[in-house]
């Protein structure tokens, strides 16, 4: 397997070309007082992308990602982008962070250093880990896959194939959205493999109906109340998105891949709604830098295909898991899982409830997600 140095340059003509099609977009009506009940308000997309136009730095946020060690090599007939950054720390154990959808690697930026050289920021050098961060294929740097099949299951084989590249035989792995189904993949399928996983959504123990209540008491079943309650809501207010991208991505792509005031609005209006809705705790340069790399790398389309290649189909009985499994829970996510829930299916050695954060912990609570990460790695040494 040839792994290639790579580095992002994104050409000036493609920065010029944004600014002008941002300057001339057309803007749609909004009724007025519909506040975010219809989508994203016009006010606000239209504010966002006039600061994405003529005050964004996509330059800067390119050096930033260019920081990092960046390499691609192909698996599977497709392309693979990632990070990768080894620990000072000769002991550190090697762990895949993968994001999910509308997410990047820009949403692991943050969180890197205090990970690979927790010396350096003030933690224990034991709780070190060499650190792969790799764009799912389909996805930003990867680019688009030239097949439509690229689901969890595949996907998690050629994470796989990645970590032996690098010399991991073992590995453990993190992430949240398509990236805890993509570690939790991982896991069911190299269990010899895979130290343990950490994962920020569990969709398969969210409360579904009152029969999930059943031998729960306290503060557990106040928790499967609400999870139950959440996951309606979700359900009935949220999942649009992820119905179009499962069965029509095709036609949603002609507006993403020409207008990236389409693109922006449809990524924006998730970081919104999948965490706190009242207010913006995500910086909106680590969001433009996220929608940048959708628009530059013209993956709209190709990333949302990995909802139409999910293997068994949304709502399908998930495999059981052996690999220890740490579960964060934080309390504006989109989801709110039960441990008891999830003890059915995933062998639970690590849990906690956050007060705060949503859907992308590590831009919105990086401290918190940094620490819960070291714990449940520490308790597998």
Do not use: C
Request: no cysteine; charged share 20%; glycine share 10%.
């Amino acid at each position: 397997m040839t792994i290639t140095p790579f580095r992002i340059d994104v050409p000036q003509a493609d920065l010029d070309d944004l600014r002008t099609r941002l300057a001339n977009t057309r803007w749609p009506d909004q009724p007025a007082g519909a506040g975010w009940r219809l989508g994203a308000p016009v006010d606000y997309v239209r504010e966002l992308a006039e600061y994405w136009r003529v005050g964004f730095d996509w330059r800067a946020q390119e050096a930033r990602l260019n920081a990092f060690p960046q390499f691609t090599t192909t698996i599977d007939g497709t392309n693979i982008h990632f990070l990768h950054v080894e620990s000072p720390e000769p002991a550190a154990t090697p762990v895949l962070l993968t994001h999910g959808w509308p997410g990047s690697i820009v949403e692991f930026l943050d969180v890197i250093g205090p990970l690979t050289d927790p010396r350096a920021y003030g933690g224990d050098p034991a709780d070190a880990l060499h650190v792969v961060v790799p764009s799912i294929p389909g996805y930003g740097f990867s680019g688009p896959t030239p097949a439509p099949d690229w689901g969890p299951d595949r996907i998690a084989r050629a994470f796989a194939d990645l970590m032996s590249s690098l010399g991991y035989e073992r590995f453990g792995a993190h992430g949240g959205d398509w990236g805890a189904i993509i570690s939790r993949e991982l896991a069911v399928q190299f269990p010899a493999r895979v130290l343990g996983i950490h994962v920020t959504m569990l969709a398969s123990a969210v409360a579904r109906s009152e029969a999930d209540f059943e031998g729960l008491s306290g503060a557990e079943l106040v928790a499967a109340q609400r999870s139950l309650e959440k996951g309606r809501k979700f359900s009935y207010e949220g999942t649009g998105y992820a119905m179009i991208q499962s069965t029509k991505p095709q036609t949603l792509a002609y507006g993403l891949h020409d207008s990236p005031a389409g693109q922006l609005a449809w990524i924006a209006e998730k970081f919104r709604s999948f965490s706190n809705t009242t207010e913006d705790l995500i910086d909106r340069d680590d969001l433009l830098a996220d929608v940048s790399i959708y628009w530059f790398t013209g993956t709209a389309n190709s990333s949302a295909r990995l909802y139409a290649a999910l293997t068994g189909g949304w709502g399908a009985p998930p495999p059981p898991n052996t690999v220890p499994t740490g579960v964060a829970v934080f309390p504006d996510d989109i989801g709110l899982p039960i441990r008891t829930l999830a003890e059915r299916t995933d062998k639970i050695v690590h849990w906690t409830e956050f007060p705060r954060g949503g859907h992308f912990p590590a831009l919105e609570e990086p401290d918190a997600l940094i620490g819960d990460i070291r714990t449940f790695f520490r308790s597998l040494r």
